[in-house]
């Protein structure tokens, strides 16, 4: 630096073409400049015609930079633009150059040099771009060394080029700075994270959204039967009317008409089925539902909108299997009308409705499968004294233990019938709620009893609490194997078979007569024979055919009148 003001520097030549430019002479004090090596020039242009004669000058070989006096490197500038000049070829590409430092110049250039650069060829062609390089005086400023990429180097053709050896190796790029001293080495490069733990988090996160992800799909999935909306065809809100004689209408009709009655006994409870017969809260129902209540304080009634209501027992009787309750203060009761059982017909539609197993306001149906079934139930005392006898309407309607006391209903919701029995599969012959059968329960054959019996009975029941039995005064041989019912020998304990001035005595039976025939139906046994005297009410004329000593009679009488039990 000299006076704040940089030197700058020719670019170097490779060492043997230097050798082949003559060096100046030293000037006579010991100082002068020192020459630079000139590359081969590709063409010397000739000097135009006009140009006048330069002034002797001392010869200079190649170009010298000197340092000193501002004025002298003025006066340099203006001899470059004005004078000969010097070409200087390009030199041959070599690898990255490295500046020659040059000592000091001498402020003016010797006579003696100035003489030889006036016989030389100017080193360098007119230059058009004359301006120094940030504003600097001299003669020439070239630009720093230019950096080039690593690679090999086309080599020159032509003697005296010889191919300079390549870098073996690549060479990193380095930022060029014309104040620092020596390549600087590149910044070192920064240290890789390692992608490990990069992979293991990314791998958890992934494992996560997944979860979630998968969990609302799933349980969207389990919600609404697939990732789509599933919508199946439905028919339309239609009316929901029926036709009165349909189950659905004939049910309609009954149920707010039949209620489920809760008894509790002497260390047992059951329950049963029973239907409003008026509006003073009198309700029927069979005897065996209400027979083990002690008092009315055991019997409660549901109706089928859930209201419950005490009940006190009216009257029953053991021989028709019948029972009278009553409710008070219940209001809106709706009785359900009585039909004629004596119009019923096989094969004509039915309905029952009941509390099977206690799944009360059941409703089946199915249709009349017999007439005048005669059939018997209970029995359990053993005495006889609660067996119930009935000409029953059989119907393969589902009849169920609970279904004992509930209506059995015809095509116009009137009651024909009482359902009471069932013939239960396995049993031993007896009938009746699972009588003597090891498996409780419907299989088709269930048994009512004839609404026409049960409104007489059921009269009777309210207005005296006992019901009438219709009699023929004779005693029965029950161990009877023959066809018919045999009039005993004996009646019970010893006294006589045929009742003195009863029915059967006015009407001329005597004792082992075989009744064959009621009314023209025929009997097989005794029980047959009872079933259908109490078909029938006191005071009505029945016409018999019996068998004696092997002729056939018919004989007329009026029946009798027993209290019931």
Do not use: C
Not at 55 to 67: D, G
Not at 432 to 457: D, H, M
């Amino acid at each position: 630096m000299n006076n704040g003001k940089p030197n700058w520097w020719s670019r170097p030549s490779s060492t043997p073409e230097a050798a082949r430019i003559p060096s100046p002479p030293p000037s006579g004090d010991g100082e002068g400049d020192f020459p630079l090596p000139a590359p081969q020039p590709r063409a010397t242009p000739e000097p135009p015609a006009s140009a006048p004669a330069a002034p002797a000058e001392p010869p200079a070989p190649s170009v010298v930079l000197t340092k000193g006096d501002p004025q002298e490197r003025d006066r340099g500038r203006d001899q470059d633009q004005g004078g000969d000049r010097v070409q200087v070829p390009e030199q041959a590409q070599d690898p990255a150059p490295e500046p020659v430092p040059a000592p000091p110049a001498d402020p003016a250039p010797a006579p003696q040099a100035q003489a030889q650069a006036s016989q030389t060829q100017p080193l360098h062609a007119p230059d058009e771009y004359r301006t120094p390089p940030y504003g600097e005086p001299g003669p020439w400023a070239p630009a720093p060394p230019v950096q080039r990429l690593p690679g090999p180097v086309p080599p020159q053709q032509g003697p005296g080029h010889p191919v300079p050896p390549q870098p073996q190796g690549p060479a990193p790029w380095g930022q060029y700075d014309p104040w620092g001293v020596g390549g600087a080495a590149p910044p070192p490069a920064p240290a890789k994270r390692s992608r490990k733990g990069l992979a293991v988090a990314g791998a958890l996160v992934f494992a996560l959204l997944t979860g979630v992800i998968g969990g609302g799909i799933g349980a969207y999935v389990e919600r609404n039967g697939g990732l789509t909306t599933v919508e199946l065809p439905q028919a339309a809100a239609e009316d929901t009317g029926r036709a009165p004689d349909s189950v659905a209408g004939i049910a309609a009709s009954a149920l707010p008409g039949v209620v489920t009655l809760h008894v509790k006994g002497s260390g047992s409870s059951g329950t049963g089925t029973g239907f409003v017969l008026n509006t003073k809260g009198h309700i029927l129902t069979n005897n065996h539902v209400v027979d083990g209540a002690r008092s009315s304080a055991d019997i409660s009634v549901t109706f089928s909108s859930g209201e419950t209501a005490r009940a006190k027992l009216v009257g029953k009787d053991t021989g028709y299997d019948l029972a009278v309750v009553q409710v008070t203060g219940v209001s809106g009761l709706k009785p359900l009308p009585l039909g004629n059982s004596d119009n019923v017909r096989v094969g004509d539609p039915v309905v029952a409705i009941g509390a099977p197993f206690d799944l009360s306001n059941t409703v089946t149906s199915g249709i009349i499968s017999a007439k005048e079934r005669p059939i018997t139930a209970g029995g359990e005392k053993g005495d006889g004294s609660d067996i119930s006898y009935v000409d029953a309407l059989q119907t393969d309607a589902p009849i169920n233990p609970g279904n004992s006391g509930g209506p059995l209903l015809d095509s116009k919701a009137r009651v024909i019938g009482i359902n009471s029995a069932i013939r239960a599969a396995g049993g031993s012959g007896g009938d009746g709620e699972g009588g003597g059968a090891s498996q409780p329960g419907s299989i088709g054959l269930g048994f009512a009893i004839p609404i026409n019996q049960g409104k007489r009975v059921a009269e009777e029941l309210i207005r005296t609490g006992k019901a009438t039995h219709p009699v023929i005064g004779v005693s029965l041989d029950m161990q009877y194997e023959g066809d018919g019912a045999r009039v005993g020998e004996k009646g019970k304990d010893g006294t006589a078979s045929v009742t003195p001035g009863g029915p059967a005595a006015k009407a001329g039976l005597r004792p082992g007569d075989v009744i064959t025939k009621v009314d023209g139906q025929r009997v097989h046994n005794g029980e047959e024979l009872i079933v259908k005297i109490r078909a029938h009410r006191p005071g009505d004329r029945l016409e018999l055919t019996l068998s004696r000593d092997g002729k056939e009679l018919t004989k007329t009488l009026t029946l009798g009148s027993s209290q019931g039990t």
